[in-house]
């Protein structure tokens, strides 16, 4: 779609997420939208596309705070040709923006990683833009390690953690820690002071250390009850920490894999709603067929919607946030729209990005999906573009 070129969206039930509109019309003129009006009220100018929905629903596009990769490419390919793949992938299922997510592995693949992501940052890539990134690892604890390797994990360095916010052009934006480990402490401090997020995670921590990690800075948790240490009635751990602290806003695996449904909807019966987000932790062999793939240089079996290593560790998923935002809806039975806030607005203000996405509203970006009644994507919008 050209910049200057007119769009109007008809007829869809809008999910803008604060509230449901009917018979309400989307004006996008310059990558922006410029207003919502009744259907009625429309006069159609000249270079003006019309686009009529089939009656499902006009949501937020969707962002995705922690995606490692998708139809056969992987963020740690350290090539931005990959980091464009991934995005048209994740794209063709409603995700409109991202955080690319870098894993542990050695400090030059990392960098080389980081610097991949800045040129697609910098150039853009067509279609799912990237926000910035999210580096998991690799300042974490062996003993909750997941899907990382152990030979990689190193004690958090602000001297190190530099370079690397250097190599991506300054735009990381989370980093994934475990609070317990020697310097995580000061390294949180030092990632508040920069407005930068610190999230515990592959972490075995104690209730009490999350505590000290909050009072440090830390707000925020990676993928929930996943590569850290549970609930238990006499020592609640990060899991406890994470459901039960309001300072924290938790990321969820909403693929019914890594948690049970009934684990899904303690989450949301717990936490404030504003409070939870919905990631993917997606890998290479998302939309891809079952199989044999590579995740941070270890051999990952993919079959029965699952990515496991061969010891059956849960390496990633194949997840899209279409289906996490069905899973929550369908299985778990919270509203449409707290489950698209969840994927939409939410993840927007924890990055602080709610002035320009995460709703529809005029003045915002054109960053639309339009879902069918069964709440598959018809068509992903960035920036006014299909």
């Not at 980081?114 to 604890?141: C, D, Q, R």
């Not at 030092?190 to 209730?207: C, D, E, P, Q, R």
């Not at 993840?347 to 005029?362: H, Q």
């Amino acid at each position: 779609m050209e910049k200057d070129k007119k769009t109007i969206i008809l007829t869809g039930n809008i999910i803008t997420p604060f509230q449901l509109l009917k018979d309400k019309a989307i004006f996008i003129e310059k990558e922006k939208i410029v207003a919502i009006k009744d259907c009625e009220k429309i006069n159609s100018p000249v270079n003006t596309e019309i686009i009529h929905t089939t009656g499902g629903f006009i949501v937020p596009g969707f962002i995705d705070i922690h995606v490692h990769g998708g139809g056969g490419f992987d963020v740690m390919d350290g090539d931005c040709q990959a980091v464009k793949e991934v995005a048209k992938v994740h794209s063709r299922f409603g995700t409109t923006a991202f955080l690319p997510t870098t894993m542990t592995m050695s400090k030059d693949k990392i960098l080389r990683s980081l610097k991949s992501i800045k040129e697609a940052f910098e150039k853009g890539t067509g279609t799912a833009e990237v926000l910035g990134v999210h580096l998991e690892g690799p300042y974490i604890n062996p003993l909750k390690k997941g899907a990382q390797k152990e030979e990689d994990i190193k004690k958090a360095s602000i001297e190190e953690f530099i370079k690397f916010n250097q190599a991506s052009g300054n735009i990381i934006r989370v980093v994934s820690l475990a609070p317990e480990m020697p310097g995580a402490i000061e390294f949180i401090r030092w990632l508040k002071k920069h407005n930068i997020i610190a999230s515990v995670g592959h972490s075995n921590a104690t209730y009490k250390q999350v505590q000290e990690g909050i009072k440090a800075g830390l707000t925020h948790v990676t993928h929930i009850f996943n590569a850290m240490r549970g609930l238990n009635h006499r020592e609640p751990g990060v899991v406890g920490a994470a459901l039960f602290s309001p300072e924290l806003i938790v990321e969820m695996i909403a693929d019914g894999i890594h948690l049970h449904p009934l684990a899904m909807k303690l989450v949301t019966s717990v936490k404030d709603m504003e409070k939870i987000i919905f990631i993917t932790d997606a890998m290479r062999a998302t939309s891809k067929p079952e199989g044999t793939y590579n995740l941070g240089g270890q051999e990952v079996i993919v079959a029965k919607g699952q990515a496991r290593l061969k010891d059956g560790t849960l390496a990633g998923s194949v997840l899209t946030l279409d289906e996490a935002v069905r899973n929550m809806v369908n299985i778990v039975g919270i509203s449409l729209i707290d489950a698209v806030s969840m994927t939409t607005i939410n993840p927007a203000k924890c990055l602080e990005i709610e002035d320009k996405k995460g709703s529809l509203e005029p003045g915002k970006d054109a960053d639309i999906v339009i879902l069918d009644k069964n709440l598959k994507v018809d068509m992903t919008m960035v920036k006014g573009r299909i």
